[in-house]
């Protein structure tokens, strides 16, 4: 084991300019080492692929227990979830989540996607002009989540403000944690107190309370898993769609390829989670010491996982900064790796590429206006993206 101590840096990961634009922060974080020590954020960040990928796939070593998010009051709220939990606990919660988002499942929605998909876009493209995050990016997986999930009511209403308030809280405890915590209470009251009843007949959210009553998960549990379809997916699935306007606004280019050649939509995708990924950085405690990249990490350290660093590495992608959806990255980081892999991907698969082959089969270029983003401690999205003009396919 060697005790080289890693290379430091005074770049705090949560400055408001660091979480607008990260990759010229991320690129001479990555020059320094794969593991670089951040005492502004008391954490060790893992900065290139290798070593991200290493880390997320070692959950022995890198735990999630009570670490995903990097202030302790949301630490201790998400205890018992299956975010912030390890095998085998992860798991059995693990298991209740995904049920109902198969392959198999999610093929009995496939249609029923791309039809609402190709609709919205088409309604969008008739109209001339749109803003792109709030009638596309937001408006259709608000959609489809509820629908699946079985929201009504207040719940429906208040899912983008509780899916960002949800996200925003795993920051550190700065201005931003703060003034969401009280709107991220509302759904985890709401998430404590839910019943079958109030979720629609038939649905996802039903469906995980039978999982209950059958025994398949521990009692008590259904609204933690409840919490986490609304907390940890909407919101990176709205990011995921602006950025996919904003990508293909910018390179036409690609936009064509894809038309041309519609097999390439899953590619496209990809495409879009590498080189624009949705999530800033997650949180792990490690459990032992542990060489990385040459250095020491302490058993009790924080570790920092910067996703978007490790999809923007020379070392792994040749032309790394460069936005390619032949590239066809299917081992980008965004949607992690191991047992803490994304629960809900293959939804927002679905998702996304209706949204993408709807793009590409009614337009051929898309003008926009200035695009807005603000800082978020968790979520890199586009605020606002004005679409001034579209040149119909």
């Given at each position: 084991m060697?005790?080289s101590?890693?290379?430091?840096?005074?770049l705090?990961?949560?400055?408001?300019?660091?979480?607008?634009d990260?990759y010229p922060?991320f690129?001479?974080?990555?020059?320094l080492?794969?593991?670089?020590?951040?005492?502004?954020n008391d954490?060790y960040?893992l900065?290139?692929?290798?070593?991200i990928?290493g880390?997320?796939?070692d959950?022995?070593?890198?735990?999630?227990?009570g670490?995903?998010?990097f202030?302790?009051m949301?630490?201790e709220?998400?205890?018992?979830?299956s975010?912030?939990?390890?095998?085998?606990?992860?798991t059995?919660?693990?298991?209740?989540?995904t049920a109902?988002?198969?392959p198999?499942?999610?093929?009995?929605l496939?249609g029923g996607?791309d039809?609402k998909?190709?609709?919205l876009?088409?309604?969008?493209?008739?109209e001339?002009?749109?803003?792109?995050i709030d009638?596309?990016?937001?408006?259709f997986?608000?959609?489809?989540?509820?629908?699946l999930?079985?929201f009504?009511g207040h719940?429906?209403?208040?899912m983008?403000?509780?899916?960002?308030?949800?996200?925003?809280?795993l920051g550190?405890?700065?201005?931003r944690?703060?003034?969401?915590?009280?709107?991220a209470?509302?759904?985890y009251?709401?998430?404590?107190?839910v019943?079958?009843?109030?979720l629609a007949?038939?649905?996802v959210?039903r469906?995980v309370f039978e999982?209950?009553?059958?025994g398949?998960i521990?009692?008590?549990t259904?609204?933690?898993?409840?919490?986490?379809?609304?907390?940890?997916?909407?919101d990176?699935?709205?990011?995921?769609?602006g950025?996919?306007?904003?990508?293909?606004?910018?390179?036409p280019?690609?936009?064509?390829?894809?038309?041309?050649?519609?097999?390439l939509v899953?590619?496209?995708?990809?495409?879009?989670?590498?080189?624009?990924?949705p999530?800033?950085?997650?949180?792990?405690?490690?459990?032992?010491?542990?060489?990385l990249?040459?250095?020491l990490v302490?058993?009790?350290a924080k570790?920092?996982?910067l996703?978007?660093?490790g999809?923007?590495?020379p070392r792994h992608?040749p032309d790394a900064?460069?936005f390619?959806?032949?590239?066809?990255?299917?081992?980008h980081?965004?949607f992690g790796?191991g047992?803490?892999?994304?629960?809900?991907q293959?939804?927002?698969r679905?998702e996304?590429?209706?949204?993408?082959e709807a793009?590409?089969?009614?337009?051929?270029r898309l003008?926009?206006?200035t695009?807005?983003?603000?800082p978020?401690n968790?979520?890199?999205?586009i605020e606002?993206l004005?679409?001034?003009?579209?040149?119909?396919?």
């Amino acid at each position: 084991m060697t005790d080289s101590a890693p290379p430091v840096s005074d770049l705090d990961l949560f400055d408001d300019a660091v979480l607008v634009d990260p990759y010229p922060s991320f690129a001479a974080l990555r020059d320094l080492g794969g593991v670089v020590h951040l005492p502004a954020n008391d954490v060790y960040a893992l900065t290139r692929y290798d070593v991200i990928r290493g880390a997320l796939g070692d959950w022995e070593t890198f735990s999630s227990a009570g670490a995903i998010g990097f202030n302790p009051m949301v630490n201790e709220a998400l205890t018992g979830t299956s975010l912030s939990s390890d095998p085998p606990a992860h798991t059995q919660l693990r298991a209740a989540l995904t049920a109902n988002l198969s392959p198999r499942a999610l093929r009995k929605l496939k249609g029923g996607i791309d039809a609402k998909a190709d609709a919205l876009v088409g309604k969008l493209v008739a109209e001339g002009s749109f803003e792109a995050i709030d009638a596309l990016a937001r408006a259709f997986p608000l959609e489809v989540v509820a629908d699946l999930i079985g929201f009504t009511g207040h719940v429906r209403d208040n899912m983008l403000r509780w899916g960002q308030a949800a996200m925003q809280v795993l920051g550190p405890l700065n201005q931003r944690t703060a003034e969401c915590f009280p709107i991220a209470g509302e759904l985890y009251e709401w998430c404590s107190n839910v019943t079958a009843d109030d979720l629609a007949p038939g649905s996802v959210g039903r469906g995980v309370f039978e999982a209950e009553a059958r025994g398949e998960i521990p009692p008590g549990t259904s609204g933690h898993i409840i919490h986490q379809y609304l907390g940890a997916g909407v919101d990176s699935t709205i990011a995921a769609l602006g950025n996919i306007v904003a990508l293909f606004a910018a390179h036409p280019g690609q936009l064509a390829l894809v038309r041309e050649n519609p097999s390439l939509v899953p590619a496209a995708f990809n495409e879009v989670l590498r080189y624009w990924g949705p999530i800033h950085a997650f949180g792990r405690l490690v459990t032992r010491d542990v060489e990385l990249d040459g250095v020491l990490v302490p058993e009790g350290a924080k570790v920092a996982i910067l996703f978007n660093s490790g999809n923007r590495d020379p070392r792994h992608y040749p032309d790394a900064d460069a936005f390619l959806v032949e590239r066809n990255p299917i081992d980008h980081l965004s949607f992690g790796y191991g047992p803490h892999g994304c629960a809900g991907q293959g939804l927002a698969r679905l998702e996304a590429h209706a949204v993408i082959e709807a793009l590409a089969r009614r337009v051929e270029r898309l003008v926009v206006g200035t695009e807005v983003r603000v800082p978020s401690n968790t979520i890199r999205s586009i605020e606002e993206l004005p679409v001034l003009e579209v040149i119909p396919a």
